[in-house]
């Protein structure tokens, strides 16, 4: 079965860095989402993205997120200055269409930590 | 506001056990879509059912089956014959427009051998 495939699978910060996390999203797939969980907490919608555009964004998603389709096959996410409370495991996630009853198919996760 | 609730943070049961994880929602919306989702030691989130709020049927999927109902406003998620590889994280999930899932808080299924 096709899968998104997210790099690096950890990734560890220095406090004030910018970091960027990768996805590959399923090929034929055309919306795309970044979720996160703090560790011990729920999954939490971060951002939805079509068309080289944001679609919709939550209260997290503030100035200092970013999100990007570079080129035809990655989908990244940046902070610019990360902060502690950053630290989070962040799932891409991409689906065929947008309908409410979409099956999304997620990656593997990256582990940021920020010290 | 959209919310889940899953009460059970963690269960453990024995093997070849029956096991029932509980998910209750609160929406405003009347059509919406419910999700379990399974997260294994790997850490990736694995879709397993999607249910609409018009269908109330029951499903059964080989060991798994959920019980839908809008009365009580729950989607409860059994495991018959619990096996090792049963044990993950389930996540029960709602769907809002564009595709945001409103996620419940997990709960932990430790089957042990």
């Known amino acids: 079965e096709p899968e998104v495939t997210q790099t690096p699978s950890h990734q560890v910060t220095q406090m004030g860095q910018e970091v960027i996390l990768r996805c590959v999203p399923i090929?034929?797939?055309?919306?795309f989402y970044w979720y996160r969980q703090i560790l011990g907490q729920k999954v939490e919608f971060l951002v939805s993205?079509?068309?080289?555009?944001?679609?919709?964004k939550s209260e997290i998603f503030d100035d200092q997120f970013s999100v990007e389709r570079p080129d035809g096959s990655n989908f990244t996410l940046k902070i610019r200055s990360t902060k502690l409370e950053d630290s989070a495991m962040y799932f891409c996630?991409?689906?065929?269409?947008?309908?409410?009853?979409?099956?999304?198919?997620f990656g593997s996760g990256t582990q940021l930590s920020v010290l | 506001a959209q919310k889940v609730t899953q009460a059970q943070t963690e269960i453990s049961v024995v093997e070849k056990e029956d096991v029932t994880l509980d998910c209750v929602y609160e929406?405003?919306?009347?059509?919406?879509?419910l999700f379990w989702y399974k997260q294994p030691p790997s850490g990736e989130l694995v879709f397993l059912i999607r249910?609409?709020?018009?269908?109330?049927q029951n499903e059964i999927s080989g060991r798994y089956s959920w019980n839908f109902q809008k009365s009580t406003s729950s989607f409860n998620f059994t495991i018959t014959a619990s096996q090792v590889v049963d044990s993950a994280v389930y996540f029960c999930?709602?769907?809002?427009?564009?595709?945001?899932?409103?996620f419940g808080g997990g709960t932990r299924l430790m089957v042990k051998p």
């Open positions: 996630a991409s689906s065929a269409g947008a309908a409410r009853n979409e099956k999304l198919f």
């Open positions: 090929s034929n797939h055309l919306y």
């Open positions: 993205f079509y068309n080289n555009e944001i679609s919709e």
């Open positions: 929406t405003r919306d009347t059509t919406y879509y």
């Open positions: 249910r609409n709020s018009f269908d109330e």
């Open positions: 999930a709602l769907s809002r427009a564009g595709n945001m899932l409103t």
